[in-house]
């Protein structure tokens, strides 16, 4: 591609998907990613039926399905990867679950009694990104004194959103953390931390740890976050279970759901379970998966704004399939200084297609809210990498002129970063989950 081409199609880029994000809650093209997040943020889309007497039909339980056209391609991905979007689609439930780690045990005799003593909890998570700073919790960096002790004066007056990680820190801490020993200290030591940025500090004692599968970036939303907190308070929850502790899922559960619920922010715990003490969610995650929803704008009566279409749809696919299966060197789809031991990825599924707003309950609407979905399932990402792999994807599928397959293929190769588009907006990127063995 030449570079007379490469500008006019970064141009249509900026046209059509960056300068259609605007602020915060009317991000034109993104309403179905911000759609499948509500959905997720709400109680009901948990409710399967086990232990409730509401059973949910599919339109209430998975929030899209996929639209099939002539130009489709039969998705061709191993059963494994796909039952990773199942929380979406729903259609591969009859599959094993990837986003389910190993079966939890507590009686491990291979581990001290002092481990045996510790509760190891994995929470399932969903939040909206727009709502937070990203996952990592930065407030030791807001808050970092000068060599004279003194706190920044911009940390101070500098009003920033919450992360996810500091947010469940809050709440779960005072209670679970080492320094929350008795019932009576939970109360001030909670009200101490909620409303004391520098509280830790000066207690001298380090916060509960939560471990991630995945760290998001600022704007990006999760629907099936995995994440493991570690506790010795079994006294919590043993009223409702003889003393054994194994109430303090639902607790948990419960507690961080009714605060969020007060705060109006958007993150909720969609489970959380009992699971090995040598469970670590970002090690023993053998995959995790990506979706990027963009609104479909087929409106013909405006032919001279640029925007995205379904036409694009099987160029896009087609750039994308050849990414599957290789282990490749994804340096020119990273973002900043590379902190990581290798930058070789292997994308397992790397697909696009036209997905479908089922649960659209408005009678007098004549069509179904349509948007593209890009899934991406790879044993691991670098920063920034869905974004920008996205955002080039796009560029180089809308040329007029035909796309060569390989084009992706070629960036790679090159390991030049100025060949790709700038990464696309969190808006329309969500995390759907991680796989474990």
Same mark, same amino acid.
């Given at each position: ?16 998907? +960056? ?74 439930? !009859? ?105 830790? !500090? ?76 040598? +469970? ?56 900043? !200084?590379? !902190? ?98």
């Amino acid at each position: 591609m030449t570079d007379l081409q490469l500008d006019s199609r970064d141009e249509w880029l900026d046209k059509a998907l +960056f300068d259609r994000t605007t602020d915060k809650y009317s991000s034109s093209i993104f309403n179905t990613s911000a759609m499948v997040v509500d959905h997720f943020l709400s109680p009901n889309a948990d409710l399967m039926g086990v232990d409730n007497d509401t059973l949910l039909d599919d339109a209430q339980r998975y929030p899209l399905r996929r639209v099939q056209s002539d130009s489709d391609t039969e998705v061709e991905s191993t059963s494994t990867t796909i039952s990773m979007f199942s929380p979406l689609f729903g259609s591969c439930s !009859k599959h094993t679950s990837q986003s389910t780690p190993r079966p939890p045990t507590a009686d491990l005799d291979t581990f001290s009694s002092k481990k045996k003593q510790r509760i190891n909890l994995k929470l399932t998570v969903a939040y909206r990104g727009l709502d937070f700073c990203g996952w990592e919790d930065q407030r030791h960096e807001l808050y970092r004194s000068d060599a004279s002790g003194a706190v920044k004066q911009s940390a101070v007056e500098e009003e920033v959103l919450p992360s996810v990680q500091g947010t469940l820190v809050d709440i779960l801490d005072p209670l679970l953390g080492k320094k929350a020993t008795h019932h009576n200290d939970c109360k001030h030591l909670e009200q101490q931390a909620k409303y004391n940025p520098n509280f830790q !500090k000066m207690t001298k004692v380090m916060p509960i740890e939560i471990k991630v599968a995945g760290r998001t970036d600022a704007g990006v939303s999760a629907i099936s976050q995995v994440c493991r907190i570690r506790t010795y308070r079994t006294d919590i929850g043993e009223s409702t279970n003889n003393n054994t502790g194994e109430g303090l899922e639902k607790f948990v559960q419960n507690l961080v759901n009714y605060e969020m619920q007060q705060l109006g922010e958007g993150l909720r715990i969609r489970d959380v379970e009992r699971v090995k003490h040598d +469970f670590h969610p970002t090690f023993d995650a053998s995959c995790r998966a990506y979706v990027y929803l963009i609104d479909v704008n087929d409106d013909a009566s405006d032919a001279i704004t640029p925007k995205i279409t379904r036409h694009i749809v099987p160029k896009l696919n087609s750039v994308l399939k050849t990414l599957e299966g290789k282990e490749l060197d994804y340096l020119a789809m990273s973002h900043g !200084k590379v !902190k990581t031991q290798t930058t070789l990825c292997t994308l397992l599924h790397a697909r696009a297609g036209i997905v479908e707003w089922k649960c659209n309950n408005d009678s007098e609407s004549p069509k179904r809210k349509q948007a593209i979905c890009i899934e991406l399932v790879g044993d691991r990402f670098l920063r920034r990498m869905v974004r920008l792999l996205v955002a080039t994807a796009l560029r180089e599928a809308s040329g007029a002129d035909g796309c060569d397959d390989n084009a992706l293929l070629n960036i790679l190769t090159s390991m030049d970063r100025t060949y790709r588009a700038r990464a696309a907006p969190p808006d329309g990127l969500i995390f759907v989950g991680a796989g474990y063995a």
